[in-house]
């Protein structure tokens, strides 16, 4: 009864997508429409902000608020989970008679863990003028956090200092936006110069607020996975 | 540009919280009242200005129709100083009443609940709106489940599977939106919208209602609430009630009124609201746990708002907002003395609280005063947002409307006959056991009779709201009026 | 346009499969995945519909690049953000589903009725 | 002929993800639901790149085929890994 009456909900909310999306212009109308705001970032984005990866640009500062909103819902994610898994006993670590990793795997772990960090910092920083970008570059630095988790139990990820990183990323973020409003004009503009387009040093606050992004990314899903596998039941 | 302030000073003292917490534990829970006394003083310093003209914020540098940017205007200044009034009581509430669980993280999530509901008001962009839609849902979702029993963790499951689908319809219905027209402004889309017939257009409603509706808990799509809301720690109900039901009527009516316009839809909506009205009343009638009964008469309330707003004229959605505002008032007020009621007697069914009134006078009292206003008697606040929405029903003399007022009158009788049952539990029935009744704490009976004080002061000058009212409806119902603003 | 009706039926077929497998199946769990099958069907629609046929990825380099022939690069912005939310709101959700699983012993969601009407 | 070719590879892609997807809703054990929707991620990261779109195409493959796995299977460690009937 229920798949019958789910079949034909969804019967219905799919025949309705496929109309809909065969009747509208995707895509096609927006080549000769220069006051769009897509077509706009492409024209002027480069001039404007000197990033090279337009959805960069896009991402950090014209659309900026939103990926603060986004940033603020992971912080929420990690400190929901600490909440929900808050439990009133102070409980003791989670003494399992799990076998250790082999030592193949452990030599692994460690060797691997700087690459893997080092790599995912190499994508955030070259945000504005590559692929990837805060979010990438953050979740590979959680990826390296959970192979250390895998690997190399007797390590402990340092909450504390995560947290403060987490927090100190977060607080620059919107102090930036806030420089932007006093030295500019609104919130999160761009008031640093563009410098050479195609360098590393280019781009004004957007490097800086990607980096801090790529933080507080990292930090925030490797807490996550922290507190999903050290929850102990 | 101050208008920004009242975003980001709750979200960068969410963000600074883990710092204040090294230096002590006990700083989280006045961090939420020192945001909220900020946002509480902006919004009243801005409203008068914003009144004349609707002031644009620009974000990140560009112009309206290509970056983000805040609406401040009469609508969305006042409700976010409504949040920020019910937001102040209910931290100061919950500075005394949230003793377990971990409690910095508590506040962190409390404070960006608000900072969402408050973005959601200001937004003028539909993805932005968006953004900080899911902030207030998924705080939400956390918060229903902080006390980790059984039916939080339960409800809160329930809760964060709807939103999540109604989320992800909300992101359809903005995919379809922008491969029609390219851009994500509210006011963008408005202008175009006209010129396009097209059943995507329709689709693409349809999406967005039903997402927004989730949150708004129209008819269809409020299976969650009476959970969520009655297992939920008590300050979490009365935000729920009070500012996050709010925040999904006020995207639903953004939607309807200033991005599409169109008046054929209104009526089915109307429709919907009074069906939801009816269905949370009676639901509502039928219950014997106190903490459900209020959040099916939320729903209740939620249906007349709905109602009152696809009425579609200015009085009609002046109306509505009269009854938003004494609705977020009442029922912060109810499920917050209902909270110390429940935790002092120990049980939330309705019986265990017989003649608790002679032993908690302040408390009760207050509930009392909360409910009357609830069901519309006169010196109080709910009496003029009712009398309001039957007159704006009855301008147009249809026939139509005058049996949807009756039935209107009719969930009024029933939500008078519960209400009154708990006024009679409360007070005239013999308590059935002794049990020593330790003294309510001020952090409580402060806020909440501050609370009180307002019902009663614009019950009896409603006055003092009604050109607020008028500008903020029109704010809403006045598609070309926002378009001229926004894009100049 | 057979370039975009494939991926017209790739998007929306994930997420029918998606919704399908939320409403008919008992395991919590279950009724995760398909929830993150659904919103990855509506990251790819979001993709689709900035998409241009035979332009190139809005990023400019040193020798190539006329932004005449580049896609949409907003949608691709959206996505981003909305990749982020679905995996808050996913590990939230994981966090719940363990926690509901010490209080009942059990994952179906038939069998997990505390709260009745 | 080369238009042609990348057709076909992006309806295959298409038609594999799609099947990864019914898999994903069908089978019994959880765990190889799990591997199953990370598939369908992978593909959908492929897809991402052919649509000319390499920012999203990097942030699908490392959080929808890596990261969500990674949470998906941990959970399911902490739970029971058997859809029960």
């Given at each position: 009864?229920r798949i019958?009456?789910?079949?034909?909900l969804l019967?219905?909310?799919?025949?309705?997508l496929?109309?809909?999306?065969?009747?509208?212009?995707?895509?096609?109308?927006?080549?000769?429409?220069a006051?769009?705001?897509g077509?706009?970032?492409?024209?002027?984005?480069?001039e404007?902000?000197?990033?090279?990866?337009?959805?960069?640009?896009?991402?950090?500062t014209?659309?900026?608020?939103d990926?603060?909103?986004?940033v603020?819902?992971?912080?929420?994610?990690a400190?929901?989970?600490?909440a929900?898994?808050?439990?009133?006993?102070?409980?003791?670590?989670?003494?399992k008679e799990?076998?250790?990793?082999?030592?193949?795997?452990?030599t692994?772990?460690?060797?691997?863990f700087?690459?893997?960090?080092?790599?995912?910092?190499?994508?955030?920083?070259?945000?504005?003028?590559?692929p990837?970008?805060?979010f990438?570059?953050?979740?590979?630095?959680?990826?390296?956090?959970l192979l250390?988790?895998?690997?190399c139990?007797?390590?402990?990820?340092?909450?504390?200092s995560?947290?403060t990183v987490?927090?100190l990323?977060?607080?620059?973020?919107?102090?930036?936006?806030?420089?932007?409003?006093?030295?500019?004009?609104s919130?999160?503009?761009?008031?640093?110069?563009?410098?050479m387009?195609?360098?590393?040093?280019?781009?004004?606050v957007i490097?800086?607020?990607?980096?801090?992004?790529g933080f507080k990314?990292g930090?925030?899903?490797?807490?996550?996975?922290?507190?999903?596998?050290?929850?102990?039941? | 540009?101050?208008?920004?302030?009242?975003?980001?000073?709750p979200l960068?003292?969410?963000?600074?919280?883990?710092?204040?917490?090294?230096?002590?534990?006990?700083?989280a829970?006045y961090?939420?009242?020192?945001?909220?006394v900020?946002n509480?003083?902006?919004s009243?310093?801005?409203?008068?200005?914003?009144?004349?003209n609707?002031?644009?914020?620009?974000l990140?540098?560009?112009?309206?129709?290509?970056?983000?940017?805040?609406?401040?205007g009469?609508l969305?200044?006042?409700?976010?100083?409504?949040?920020s009034?019910v937001?102040?009581?209910?931290?100061i509430?919950?500075?005394?009443?949230?003793?377990q669980?971990?409690?910095?993280?508590?506040?962190?999530?409390?404070?960006?609940?608000?900072s969402?509901?408050?973005g959601a008001v200001?937004?003028?962009?539909?993805?932005n709106?968006?953004v900080?839609?899911?902030?207030?849902?998924?705080?939400?979702?956390?918060?229903?489940?902080?006390?980790?029993?059984?039916?939080?963790?339960?409800?809160?499951?329930?809760?964060l599977?709807?939103?999540?689908?109604?989320?992800?319809?909300?992101?359809?219905g903005?995919a379809i939106?922008?491969?029609?027209?390219g851009?994500l402004n509210m006011?963008?889309?408005?202008?175009?919208?006209?010129?396009?017939d097209?059943?995507?257009?329709?689709?693409?409603?349809?999406l967005?209602?039903?997402?927004?509706g989730?949150?708004a808990?129209?008819?269809?799509?409020n299976?969650?609430?009476?959970?969520?809301?009655?297992?939920?720690?008590?300050?979490?109900?009365?935000?729920?009630s009070?500012?996050?039901?709010?925040?999904?009527?006020?995207?639903?009516?953004?939607?309807?009124?200033?991005?599409?316009g169109v008046?054929?839809?209104?009526?089915?909506?109307?429709?919907?609201?009074?069906?939801?009205?009816?269905?949370?009343e009676?639901?509502?009638?039928s219950?014997?746990?106190?903490?459900?009964m209020?959040?099916?008469?939320?729903?209740?309330?939620?249906?007349?708002i709905?109602?009152?707003?696809?009425?579609?004229?200015?009085?009609g959605v002046?109306?509505?907002l009269?009854?938003?505002v004494s609705?977020?008032?009442?029922k912060?007020?109810?499920?917050?003395?209902?909270g110390?009621l429940?935790?002092r007697?120990?049980?939330?069914?309705l019986?265990?609280?017989n003649?608790?009134?002679k032993?908690?006078?302040?408390?009760?009292?207050?509930?009392?005063?909360a409910?009357?206003?609830l069901?519309?008697l006169?010196?109080?606040?709910?009496?003029?947002?009712?009398?309001?929405i039957?007159r704006?029903?009855?301008?147009g003399?249809?026939?139509?409307?005058t049996?949807?007022?009756?039935?209107?009158?009719?969930?009024?009788?029933?939500?008078g006959?519960y209400f009154?049952?708990?006024?009679?539990?409360l007070?005239?029935?013999?308590?059935?056991?002794q049990?020593e009744?330790?003294?309510v704490?001020a952090?409580a009976?402060i806020?909440?009779?501050?609370l009180?004080?307002?019902?009663?002061?614009?019950?009896?000058?409603?006055?003092?709201?009604l050109?607020?009212l008028k500008?903020?409806?029109?704010?809403?119902?006045?598609?070309?009026?926002?378009?001229?603003?926004?894009?100049? | 346009?057979?370039?975009?009706?494939?991926?017209?039926?790739?998007?929306?077929g994930?997420?029918?499969?998606?919704?399908y497998?939320?409403?008919?199946?008992?395991n919590?769990?279950?009724?995760?995945?398909g929830l993150?099958?659904f919103?990855?069907?509506i990251?790819?629609l979001?993709?689709?519909?900035?998409?241009?046929?035979?332009?190139t990825?809005?990023?400019?380099?040193?020798?190539?690049?006329s932004p005449?022939?580049?896609?949409?690069?907003?949608?691709?912005a959206l996505?981003?953000?909305?990749?982020?939310?679905?995996v808050?709101?996913?590990?939230?959700?994981?966090?719940?589903?363990?926690?509901?699983h010490?209080?009942?012993?059990?994952l179906n969601l038939?069998?997990?009725?505390?709260?009745?009407? | 002929?080369?238009e042609?070719?990348e057709q076909?590879?992006?309806?295959s892609?298409?038609l594999?993800?799609l099947?990864?997807?019914?898999?994903?809703?069908v089978?019994?054990?959880?765990?190889n639901?799990?591997?199953?929707?990370?598939?369908?991620?992978?593909?959908?990261?492929i897809?991402f790149?052919f649509?000319?779109?390499?920012?999203?195409?990097?942030?699908?493959?490392?959080i929808?085929?890596?990261?969500?796995?990674?949470?998906f299977v941990?959970?399911?460690?902490?739970t029971?890994r058997?859809e029960?009937?």
């Amino acid at each position: 009864m229920r798949i019958l009456i789910s079949c034909v909900l969804l019967v219905i909310l799919s025949l309705g997508l496929v109309f809909a999306l065969e009747q509208a212009p995707f895509g096609s109308n927006q080549i000769d429409n220069a006051d769009k705001p897509g077509r706009f970032y492409l024209n002027q984005g480069m001039e404007k902000t000197g990033a090279a990866n337009v959805v960069t640009s896009v991402v950090v500062t014209y659309r900026g608020f939103d990926t603060l909103g986004e940033v603020t819902i992971l912080f929420i994610a990690a400190i929901g989970l600490g909440a929900v898994f808050h439990s009133r006993k102070k409980v003791k670590r989670y003494e399992k008679e799990k076998q250790s990793a082999s030592l193949i795997l452990q030599t692994g772990c460690r060797f691997l863990f700087p690459l893997i960090v080092l790599f995912g910092t190499y994508v955030f920083i070259h945000g504005h003028l590559s692929p990837g970008g805060g979010f990438q570059g953050g979740v590979i630095i959680a990826s390296a956090f959970l192979l250390l988790f895998l690997g190399c139990e007797e390590k402990k990820i340092p909450m504390k200092s995560m947290n403060t990183v987490e927090s100190l990323a977060g607080i620059i973020f919107v102090g930036i936006g806030l420089a932007g409003l006093y030295w500019g004009e609104s919130f999160l503009e761009n008031f640093l110069p563009r410098g050479m387009d195609y360098m590393l040093l280019s781009g004004g606050v957007i490097p800086i607020i990607y980096i801090a992004i790529g933080f507080k990314v990292g930090a925030e899903l490797a807490g996550i996975v922290a507190g999903l596998i050290e929850r102990n039941p | 540009m101050v208008a920004v302030l009242l975003i980001i000073v709750p979200l960068g003292l969410a963000f600074a919280m883990p710092l204040f917490n090294f230096v002590s534990k006990r700083i989280a829970a006045y961090l939420p009242i020192a945001a909220m006394v900020c946002n509480l003083i902006l919004s009243i310093l801005l409203l008068p200005s914003v009144m004349e003209n609707t002031r644009i914020v620009i974000l990140g540098g560009l112009p309206p129709p290509l970056g983000i940017h805040l609406v401040a205007g009469p609508l969305g200044v006042g409700l976010s100083g409504l949040i920020s009034l019910v937001g102040l009581a209910v931290s100061i509430y919950a500075w005394g009443y949230i003793k377990q669980g971990a409690q910095d993280k508590y506040h962190a999530l409390y404070l960006l609940l608000l900072s969402g509901a408050t973005g959601a008001v200001l937004t003028g962009d539909l993805f932005n709106l968006f953004v900080f839609y899911e902030i207030l849902c998924i705080s939400s979702y956390a918060l229903v489940a902080y006390l980790g029993d059984r039916n939080g963790v339960e409800s809160a499951v329930k809760y964060l599977i709807q939103g999540s689908v109604g989320s992800g319809l909300i992101l359809v219905g903005i995919a379809i939106l922008y491969g029609m027209f390219g851009t994500l402004n509210m006011a963008q889309i408005a202008i175009h919208i006209d010129n396009v017939d097209s059943p995507a257009l329709f689709l693409a409603l349809v999406l967005l209602v039903t997402g927004f509706g989730v949150e708004a808990a129209i008819f269809p799509l409020n299976a969650w609430l009476p959970d969520a809301h009655s297992s939920a720690p008590s300050s979490i109900s009365a935000i729920l009630s009070g500012i996050a039901i709010k925040v999904g009527i006020y995207a639903v009516a953004r939607v309807l009124f200033t991005i599409f316009g169109v008046a054929v839809v209104f009526q089915y909506v109307l429709l919907l609201g009074l069906a939801t009205l009816l269905i949370g009343e009676i639901c509502a009638f039928s219950q014997d746990n106190i903490k459900r009964m209020l959040a099916y008469s939320s729903v209740g309330q939620v249906g007349l708002i709905v109602f009152a707003m696809c009425i579609a004229t200015p009085d009609g959605v002046g109306a509505g907002l009269l009854q938003l505002v004494s609705h977020a008032l009442s029922k912060a007020v109810l499920f917050l003395g209902v909270g110390y009621l429940v935790a002092r007697s120990g049980s939330m069914s309705l019986s265990s609280l017989n003649g608790i009134g002679k032993r908690m006078p302040v408390v009760c009292f207050a509930c009392v005063v909360a409910a009357f206003s609830l069901v519309g008697l006169p010196p109080f606040v709910g009496f003029a947002g009712k009398f309001l929405i039957v007159r704006a029903a009855l301008a147009g003399k249809s026939i139509f409307f005058t049996v949807l007022i009756g039935i209107v009158f009719l969930a009024t009788v029933v939500e008078g006959a519960y209400f009154f049952r708990m006024v009679q539990t409360l007070y005239f029935k013999d308590a059935k056991r002794q049990i020593e009744y330790k003294k309510v704490p001020a952090s409580a009976s402060i806020p909440i009779m501050a609370l009180v004080v307002f019902i009663v002061a614009l019950g009896v000058y409603p006055d003092v709201l009604l050109p607020y009212l008028k500008s903020a409806a029109a704010d809403l119902l006045n598609k070309a009026g926002y378009i001229k603003e926004v894009l100049g | 346009m057979f370039h975009q009706s494939t991926y017209f039926v790739g998007c929306v077929g994930l997420m029918i499969v998606g919704l399908y497998t939320m409403l008919t199946k008992k395991n919590l769990i279950k009724v995760i995945i398909g929830l993150s099958l659904f919103e990855t069907g509506i990251y790819l629609l979001l993709v689709v519909v900035g998409y241009i046929q035979g332009a190139t990825a809005p990023i400019f380099s040193r020798t190539t690049g006329s932004p005449a022939e580049m896609v949409d690069p907003t949608p691709q912005a959206l996505v981003l953000t909305a990749i982020v939310i679905g995996v808050a709101v996913l590990a939230l959700a994981l966090s719940l589903t363990i926690r509901l699983h010490e209080h009942y012993g059990t994952l179906n969601l038939r069998k997990i009725r505390g709260l009745k009407w | 002929m080369e238009e042609s070719l990348e057709q076909i590879l992006e309806l295959s892609l298409t038609l594999l993800m799609l099947g990864g997807a019914v898999c994903a809703c069908v089978f019994k054990d959880l765990l190889n639901a799990v591997i199953a929707a990370a598939f369908v991620s992978l593909m959908a990261a492929i897809l991402f790149y052919f649509l000319q779109a390499p920012d999203v195409a990097m942030a699908e493959a490392s959080i929808g085929a890596a990261l969500t796995t990674a949470i998906f299977v941990i959970a399911i460690k902490k739970t029971k890994r058997v859809e029960e009937e």
